[in-house]
Every structure is written in structure tokens, then in C-alpha cells.
């Protein structure tokens, strides 16, 4: 189950919460107002770079093809 971050706008405590895609209730901050905002967090994505899609001319990319 993904977590989303929240932050109320009352109190403006930021918080997480475990939840269904498809949950549509508000959520509610630790201090029970349940005026909350959903807040964007970027996902950060490493390791090596994929490879470039094949143009289905038949060379791999590597440099093979002089």
C-alpha cells in the first residue's frame, strides 16, 4: 500500500499516510483537523541509465555499425 504525504492547514503539521489508491476520505492530521492538503513528493530514481530503444534497424547502438 503507497504512502502519501499530507499537510493540514490548520495546525500546518506535515504527515504521512499508508493508504488505497482508490481511498477517497480526507485525510485527518495527528491533531484531528481534517482540513488537509495532499502534497506532491518527488520520487528520486538512480542507478545507470537504460539503454536506447532499438530503432529496429537491425545495429545495437554500440558503435558496431561503421
Sequence with gaps: MPSYDFRCRTCDTAFEVRRSISSVEPA??????????????????????????????????????G
Design 28 to 65: 485527518v492530521c495527528p491533531q484531528g483537523h481534517t482540513e488537509t492538503t495532499r502534497v506532491f513528493t518527488p520520487v528520486a530514481v538512480g542507478g545507470a541509465a537504460a539503454a536506447p530503444a532499438s530503432s529496429g534497424g537491425g545495429c545495437c547502438g554500440g558503435g558496431c555499425c
